[in-house]
């Protein structure tokens, strides 16, 4: 099994502010997904990278995929309050054909963002 | 609605005491996995099944039984629960096996064994 390291576990930060989270890995993965968390709720997936260099926008949030691929970022622009949740990260293993059987979560970032 | 559901949500049982979490999911969806989620341990995945009657073992598959006998559905069975299975399982999906296929998940249900 191949590890995804999350950072920081837990963020607390006021409403308006900036924040990143990473994901760090020492294996290559043929693609990575972001997922949030909400309390009571399964994960939902925010945005999937598969070229390395590659960055995605969704709103307020920006996402990198290194350019090895092994590593992985979140940008929030502006926290709302609406932004809190667990977010996870998930690789999907090179070394196992990139299917969805590799899989591999990080242990995910609490993000609280408070009014 | 497409949607994965999962049944119960809760639930509180004893040692030894078989149960089975039931998936299903709407979207006629390839592949289905099972995963425990525990604090700072993070989303492990328990089983996962590509197609019907095809299934393997996850990461963390001891203890655990599954089927997947309908697309559609693919249930988790613990015939002899214990305490270290207290956990909240989530039961997900995605169209394809690929590893950038979205996985759909479930609401989860909070498992605690006396």
């Known amino acids: 099994t191949q590890l995804l390291e999350q950072s920081p576990q837990f963020l607390s930060i006021q409403e308006g502010e900036n924040l990143t989270v990473y994901c760090n890995s020492s294996?290559?993965?043929?693609?990575l997904q972001w997922y949030r968390q909400e309390p009571g709720e399964g994960p939902v997936l925010l945005v999937t990278?598969?070229?390395?260099?590659e960055v995605k926008k969704l709103k307020r949030l920006t996402f990198q995929f290194g350019d090895a691929r092994k590593d992985s970022s979140l940008h929030i622009t502006a926290a709302q309050p609406g932004d809190t949740g667990l977010y996870l990260c998930a690789g999907a293993g090179i070394y196992s054909g990139g299917g969805a059987d590799g899989l591999t979560f990080g242990k995910g970032t609490h993000l609280i963002i408070q009014p | 609605e497409a949607q994965v559901t999962q049944n119960p949500r809760y639930l509180i049982t004893v040692t030894g005491k078989k149960l089975t979490v039931t998936c299903s999911q709407n979207?006629?969806?390839?592949?289905m996995s099972w995963y425990r989620q525990d604090p700072g341990l993070g989303l492990r995945q328990i089983y996962y099944?590509?197609?019907?009657?095809?299934?393997d073992k996850g990461d963390v598959p001891e203890g655990y039984k599954v089927s997947r006998k309908e697309k559609r559905n693919f249930p988790l069975i613990l015939e002899s629960p214990s305490p270290n299975q207290t956990s909240l399982y989530f039961c997900a999906s995605s169209y394809g096996t690929s590893g950038y296929d979205e996985q759909f998940f479930g609401p989860g249900t909070r498992l605690t064994v006396l």
């Open positions: 979207m006629n969806h390839e592949y």
């Open positions: 099944s590509m197609n019907v009657e095809v299934t």
């Open positions: 990278v598969v070229t390395g260099g």
């Open positions: 294996s290559v993965f043929s693609s």
